[in-house]
């Protein structure tokens, strides 16, 4: 592995031992001196942030933007605190901060007997919903499909955190076929469906703007006819979370399969941009969604 990965790791593991220092001090340092540290040292992607924000409400003035963006950079800091101490959360600690809206939804499919696609999005603590999700289910493992990070240590090390509650990860493109033998069996799959498509294929609207994203998800509840629910997990006022769950439903949609895929990725972009419009802040703005 090279020196920058193993760099990369150390910092981190660093700044997990500091941030449990910190916490003992006062709970809200570590995102204090994280948050810091986003805004003024280390603004990760900062160009990329404020031409998203730009491209999104283009109304805004600069002075408006800047204040958003640093809202922006508060969040993912807290978020990435909150990430950090995963290793330390018992049962407790995850109720104690998240509680569901209309999980009936999802009870109801598996009461059916049909397998369950969650598709949420890099919003709030998306992580933290994942493991909330997983214990929820109890004897029915959540299936959490991941993009491998560059850094294979960071990637590990983010896994054993998803996984700690009993969830299995699937790594993105590496096992196309597990995500169908999951929801052949009845089972839950999750995926986080706001990533940015290839260049030539499926686009979208998405701010007003054409966006690319992934049919795959849409294709796969097609194929096997089998329920997709919207989930969002959405960083209440007092710092704790409530997470949503809606049933996107598409048994009445109209026209060949290529055009009811495009019909339910319409569906999931336009109920996310409505999340983010009332919650901007909280939306990972550092992915470039817009780079074609």
Do not use: C
Not at 126 to 131: I, Q, R, S, V
Not at 195 to 223: E, H, S
Not at 250 to 268: A, F, M, P, R, V
Request: cysteine-free; hydrophobic content about 40%; glycine content about 6%.
């Amino acid at each position: 592995m090279s020196l920058q990965n193993k760099a990369e790791f150390f910092l981190l593991k660093f700044l997990s031992s500091l941030f449990g220092l910190l916490k003992k001090i006062n709970s809200n340092l570590p995102h204090k001196f994280l948050n810091f540290l986003l805004n003024n040292l280390f603004p990760v992607r900062k160009s990329v942030v404020l031409k998203n924000l730009r491209t999104a409400f283009p109304d805004m003035q600069k002075n408006q933007i800047n204040r958003l963006a640093g809202k922006v950079y508060a969040s993912a800091a807290r978020t990435l605190v909150e990430v950090i101490f995963f290793h330390k959360f018992s049962d407790k600690d995850v109720w104690e901060l998240i509680k569901f809206e209309n999980f009936n939804v999802v009870e109801n499919k598996i009461k059916e007997r049909k397998g369950v696609i969650l598709l949420t999005a890099h919003f709030g603590n998306w992580e933290l919903g994942a493991l909330a999700v997983g214990l929820k289910l109890k004897n029915i493992k959540l299936n959490v499909l991941v993009k491998q990070q560059r850094n294979p240590y960071v990637s590990a090390w983010l896994n054993r955190m998803r996984t700690r509650f009993g969830n299995s990860v699937v790594p993105l493109g590496a096992s196309v076929r597990n995500i169908y033998k999951v929801l052949q069996q009845k089972g839950v799959v999750g995926v986080v469906g706001d990533q940015r498509g290839p260049k030539g294929g499926l686009r979208v609207k998405f701010f007003n703007r054409d966006t690319a994203v992934y049919p795959g998800t849409a294709a796969i509840a097609l194929k096997l006819n089998v329920p997709i629910v919207f989930a969002i997990t959405v960083r209440n006022n007092d710092n704790k979370y409530t997470m949503y769950f809606e049933e996107l439903n598409y048994d009445k949609l109209q026209g060949s399969q290529e055009e009811k895929i495009q019909q339910i990725n319409q569906k999931y972009m336009q109920k996310l941009e409505g999340y983010i419009k009332e919650y901007p802040e909280q939306w990972f703005w550092m992915h470039n969604i817009w780079k074609y």
